[in-house]
């Protein structure tokens, strides 16, 4: 009976998780844009900087590159174990829980991986408002994630 009532909190948390993740997709792809539009140019004639990065990001800093990657592959994850969620929400039933918690689980530990990144990133400051509203949305995504994982696992 329990299970039952907590149906509306997961469906809840699944659709705030949905557009978290949306925005973090669309900010984390529009740093990889702007990464790509300005990063170094490397051709014939060109010397590679004295500190070259693969993952250079013109803004931010050197934490910037790994969180962005990191937060757009939890995005795509999330976004991924959030339609298994709402297959599980809508039959709510004991078959397609294993589905909806392994993605769940998969999508909250990228989430934390990203986060770890964003913590560093908070630390070493010197970044721009678009990469605080991402690490923002990613250390609330981990709180509400791992809520949803609790509310499917009273089915």
């Not at 993740?21 to 539009?37: E, M, P, R, T």
């Not at 010397?47 to 070259?52: I, K, R, Y």
């Not at 990001?57 to 991924?80: D, E, K, R, S, Y």
């Not at 981990?142 to 609790?150: D, F, G, R």
């Amino acid at each position: 009976m329990a299970g039952q009532q907590l149906k509306p909190v997961a469906a809840l948390l699944l659709v705030l998780n949905f557009c978290m993740y949306v925005i973090v997709l669309g900010i984390g792809g529009w740093a990889v844009n702007k990464a790509i539009d300005h990063g170094f140019y490397i051709g014939p004639g060109f010397d590679l900087p004295a500190h070259f990065s693969p993952i250079y990001f013109p803004m931010g800093n050197a934490a910037t590159g790994f969180f962005v990657i990191f937060a757009l592959i939890a995005g795509v994850v999330g976004v991924a174990s959030v339609i298994s969620g709402l297959n599980h929400v809508n039959s709510w039933g004991s078959g397609t829980l294993p589905s909806a918690a392994s993605a769940a689980a998969i999508a909250w530990s990228l989430t934390l991986l990203a986060m770890g990144f964003a913590c560093k990133e908070i630390e070493l400051q010197n970044r721009n408002a678009c990469l605080r509203t991402m690490e923002v949305f990613l250390i609330i995504l981990s709180v509400t994630q791992l809520l949803y994982i609790a509310a499917i696992h009273n089915t």
